[in-house]
């Protein structure tokens, strides 16, 4: 997989605050929708909701595919709660960019995080893509994500199709997703090596 990473220029890049904003004003305009209906016919504007949303995902929009996560994760009147599903969503959404999911995803991500620190190449990669307080999450998060997207072989159209079956918060989709984040990141600091030696080679 292909990846590109470039130094953060704040001037053009959207911000997390971006993307939450971006979440948030679509979250409400699907609510404001609801005002005075009945519950069926919530339902239905949610279920409506979901297959645009879903449609929007599958072009690449990263708001849409962390709206769908937050859906999955919380549960709407036309989707039941599915933690895997949302995980899988926001690994979509953060290794498209999103910075909003990908610090969502800190919790999950911190450790990984650790790992790369502690690389013999950490202090060379700060001076090349730039990394900084400000930026160390989005920028290796994107990456992490990307490898683990890859890993469980994720795609927008697959998760579009999924059974909306309800899964709640259980221990064993968390050991597998676990289980996936440590095989990308083997990935990840090879990607991070190669990326570094073609660098001292320009």
């Avoid at 449609?55 to 599915?82: C, M, R, T």
Wanted: aromatic share 12%; charged share 25%.
């Amino acid at each position: 997989m292909a990846k590109i990473i470039k130094k953060i220029d704040d001037d053009y890049e959207m911000t997390a605050d971006d993307y939450k904003n971006a979440f948030l004003l679509r979250r409400a305009s699907i609510s404001k929708k609801t005002y005075g209906k009945g519950s069926i016919e919530i339902e239905d504007i949610y279920a409506e909701a979901y297959i645009d949303q879903c449609a929007l995902a599958a072009g690449g929009d990263v708001v849409a595919q962390d709206l769908i996560s937050y859906w999955f994760k919380h549960g709407n009147p036309a989707l039941p709660e599915n933690v895997e599903l949302s995980y899988k969503w926001q690994f979509l959404a953060g290794a498209g960019g999103n910075k909003h999911t990908i610090n969502k995803l800190a919790l999950f991500l911190n450790y990984s995080y650790d790992t790369i620190s502690m690389q013999d190449y950490f202090k060379q990669l700060v001076e090349v893509i730039g990394l900084n307080q400000e930026n160390y999450q989005s920028l290796l998060g994107q990456v992490i994500c990307q490898y683990i997207v890859e890993d469980l072989n994720i795609n927008a159209l697959d998760l579009a199709k999924a059974k909306t079956v309800e899964i709640k918060f259980n221990q064993l989709s968390m050991q597998r997703f676990t289980a996936s984040l440590n095989r990308a990141m083997v990935k990840v600091h090879e990607y991070f090596r190669n990326l570094l030696i073609k660098h001292q080679n320009y």
